[in-house]
């Protein structure tokens, strides 16, 4: 089957979240499995975010893909960036790497394997809502028990030679700050500025983004390997420290009345990505502690996860990838999140594995080589193939 296709059609079929609606996309899917004679399930809640399932197996295996990408603006791009354009070796638009290239490489490494006669030993699930993180897409998905703990390799993108199996925990928070107001020209003597109180607070964050957590054995080893793959892939100097400290990014702040007033309120949304041996409870008390003026009105915790390295699925898609790349093959961990985070919460041991060019993740001019395409499907055949035979062979 022509990847190289399919991820073009992909492309071109707008799925931008937010507003988050995958309908049209989860139709093509569905048309194309309804082709090859794979049954599957669609879900609607009636606000346009679906989601796809096959049946289940008896062979304990998972693909998965999400189909929303993040939004695009024109500006900036020499492509347009939903033409799905086949240029240069590659295909170019928005979501060609994250993910809708990983999702073409599941597809057309399915309808291979069919049309050589087989039987799929893996169920299929794309997803609607991978990108905010909300509960329409895998969540859904789990919530229903329409998939059951096993393996699963979601296609994401990683470098050629190293399948993702670990993330870094995640914080997000929304914070209210409330003042005491003021004339405007009287501050700091009079008043408590709300928005103050939030500067405050992100200049404590800071400090603890110079602070080391402990590493266990288990963890150290994966660490340095990973920091010199991932600073060499994204040309970064400082892997190790993205690796293992605490990074945080103020992503929302509003505040204030007017300029001559001391504020009286700040909302600040904060998204914190917590290392190994750093305790997310006392991390969140020691917020509260330096924000005596502020509240968390909401808030969404996930802790570090890692699938283990000597595991089956591990070993198998290490195996697959040093058949089709050759070269050092080793598992790696990340510092950014993903569906894996509530698979692994669930029971599920989750590698990430797929084509991509890492560097333009969320980036204008964003595209993925079709010779990575061509090479993710042979690896996901090649871990099909292993599913299928018994495993005492």
Same mark, same amino acid.
């Given at each position: 089957?022509?990847?190289?296709?399919?991820?073009?059609?992909?492309? !071109?079929?707008?799925?931008?979240?937010?507003?988050?609606?995958?309908?049209?996309?989860? /139709?093509? %899917?569905?048309?194309?499995?309804?082709?090859?004679?794979?049954?599957?399930?669609?879900? $609607?809640?009636?606000?346009? !975010?679906?989601?796809?399932?096959?049946?289940?197996?008896?062979?304990?295996?998972?693909?998965?893909?999400?189909?929303?990408?993040?939004? =695009?603006?024109?500006?900036?791009?020499?492509?347009? #960036?939903?033409?799905?354009?086949?240029?240069?070796?590659? &295909?170019?638009?928005?979501?060609?790497?994250?993910?809708?290239?990983?999702? =073409?490489?599941?597809?057309?490494?399915?309808? $291979?394997?069919?049309?050589?006669?087989?039987?799929?030993?893996?169920?299929?699930?794309?997803?609607?809502?991978?990108?905010?993180?909300?509960?329409?897409?895998?969540?859904?998905?789990?919530?229903?028990?329409?998939?059951? #703990?096993?393996?699963?390799?979601?296609?994401?993108?990683? #470098?050629?030679?190293?399948?993702?199996?670990?993330? !870094? /925990?995640?914080?997000?928070?929304?914070?209210?700050?409330?003042?005491?107001?003021?004339? /405007?020209?009287?501050?700091?003597?009079?008043?408590?500025?709300?928005?103050?109180?939030?500067?405050?607070?992100?200049?404590?964050?800071?400090?603890?983004?110079?602070?080391?957590?402990?590493?266990?054995?288990? &963890?150290?080893?994966?660490?340095?390997?990973?920091?010199?793959?991932?600073?060499?892939?994204?040309?970064?100097?400082?892997?190790?420290?993205?690796?293992?400290?605490?990074?945080?990014? #103020? /992503? %929302?702040?509003?505040?204030?009345?007017?300029?001559?007033? &001391?504020?009286?309120?700040?909302?600040?949304?904060?998204?914190?990505?917590?290392?190994?041996?750093?305790?997310?409870?006392?991390?969140? @008390?020691?917020?509260?502690? +330096?924000?005596?003026?502020?509240?968390?009105?909401?808030?969404?915790?996930?802790?570090?996860?890692?699938?283990?390295?000597?595991?089956?699925?591990?070993?198998?898609?290490?195996?697959?990838?040093?058949?089709?790349?050759?070269?050092?093959?080793?598992?790696?961990?990340?510092?950014?999140?993903?569906?894996?985070? +509530?698979?692994?919460?669930?029971?599920?041991?989750?590698? @990430?594995?797929?084509?991509?060019?890492?560097?333009?993740? +969320? =980036?204008?001019?964003?595209? &993925?080589?079709?010779?990575?395409?061509?090479?993710?499907?042979?690896?996901?055949? !090649?871990?099909? +193939? $292993?599913?299928?035979?018994?495993?005492?062979?």
């Amino acid at each position: 089957m022509d990847v190289t296709r399919i991820c073009s059609d992909l492309v !071109k079929i707008r799925s931008e979240n937010p507003p988050g609606t995958t309908r049209d996309i989860i /139709g093509y %899917i569905r048309s194309l499995l309804e082709a090859w004679g794979i049954p599957s399930i669609v879900t $609607d809640q009636g606000d346009g !975010k679906c989601n796809l399932v096959s049946e289940t197996t008896k062979n304990n295996l998972l693909f998965c893909g999400h189909v929303d990408v993040v939004p =695009a603006l024109d500006e900036g791009w020499s492509i347009p #960036p939903f033409s799905g354009a086949v240029l240069g070796g590659s &295909v170019w638009g928005r979501g060609s790497t994250d993910m809708k290239g990983g999702c =073409a490489s599941l597809l057309a490494a399915c309808h $291979d394997l069919k049309e050589s006669g087989h039987d799929l030993p893996v169920q299929l699930a794309f997803v609607c809502d991978e990108e905010t993180g909300e509960v329409s897409g895998i969540r859904y998905l789990l919530a229903h028990h329409m998939i059951l #703990p096993g393996d699963c390799l979601i296609a994401e993108p990683t #470098p050629a030679r190293h399948p993702n199996i670990g993330q !870094k /925990g995640l914080i997000r928070l929304e914070l209210q700050f409330v003042g005491t107001p003021a004339h /405007g020209s009287l501050y700091p003597a009079v008043g408590v500025s709300a928005i103050m109180e939030a500067c405050a607070l992100l200049d404590y964050v800071k400090i603890l983004n110079g602070k080391q957590y402990p590493l266990g054995d288990d &963890v150290q080893e994966i660490v340095t390997r990973s920091s010199r793959v991932l600073g060499e892939e994204f040309g970064l100097d400082q892997a190790t420290d993205v690796l293992t400290k605490l990074m945080f990014n #103020p /992503g %929302i702040i509003r505040g204030g009345e007017k300029s001559n007033i &001391v504020s009286q309120r700040c909302d600040l949304d904060l998204e914190i990505r917590v290392p190994w041996g750093c305790s997310i409870p006392d991390l969140l @008390e020691d917020i509260r502690r +330096h924000a005596p003026h502020g509240t968390i009105t909401t808030q969404t915790t996930h802790e570090p996860s890692i699938t283990p390295p000597q595991c089956r699925l591990v070993s198998v898609t290490c195996d697959s990838v040093n058949d089709i790349y050759g070269g050092e093959v080793f598992p790696i961990i990340q510092w950014a999140a993903s569906d894996a985070r +509530h698979l692994r919460a669930a029971g599920f041991q989750v590698v @990430e594995y797929g084509p991509g060019e890492m560097q333009f993740l +969320h =980036a204008a001019n964003e595209h &993925v080589s079709i010779d990575s395409l061509q090479k993710a499907s042979l690896v996901y055949q !090649k871990i099909m +193939h $292993d599913y299928a035979r018994p495993q005492n062979q």
